[in-house]
């Protein structure tokens, strides 16, 4: 049995909860791990577009609401922050895989950036904001 373990975010930035990937002998999911993989990474780049599109009060209110429906709906994509993904789907899909974990450093790091920027203008002065990115792991220094 081969595992796989990965965490996703830099400096404790994680709108979404760390998806560590199990290869295992037999895939106890319906979809294939890979496919959730994917799924994951979208809800991320909606994320950081989200998060990039935050640049006053206004902007703020309507990020707030929008970074909850995608927390929302990444953690029911990727319940418990765990894909598995069997020996066999990873043996036949390791290019694909190598592949998507590749886009996840980077774009760790823009969300990482996008909240520092966010933290620096205080939220913009929303506290549901606030409390949506520092829920999320945001425990980085002041």
């Known amino acids: 049995m081969m595992q796989v373990h990965t965490s996703i ?3 404790g930035v994680a709108l979404i909860a760390p998806a560590i990937v199990h290869a295992q002998e037999t895939a106890p999911a319906q979809e294939s791990g890979v496919a959730t993989l994917e799924k994951l990474v979208a809800h991320l780049e909606k994320i950081e577009g989200t998060l990039k599109t935050i640049t006053d009060a206004a902007s703020a ?3 707030t609401a929008e970074l909850q429906t995608i927390k929302q709906e990444a953690e ?3 319940p418990g922050g765990n894909i598995n993904i069997s020996e066999e789907e990873a043996n036949a899909n390791a290019q694909k895989i190598q592949e998507i974990f590749q886009k996840l450093a980077p774009l760790g790091q823009s969300i990482d950036t996008e909240i520092a920027r966010i933290k620096q203008a205080d939220y913009y002065g929303n506290d549901a904001l606030k409390t949506v990115l520092e829920a999320s792991g945001d425990n ?3």
């Open 76 to 78: 029911a994509a990727v």
């Open 9 to 11: 975010f830099a400096a």
């Open 140 to 142: 980085s220094p002041e």
């Open 61 to 63: 209110e309507k990020g």
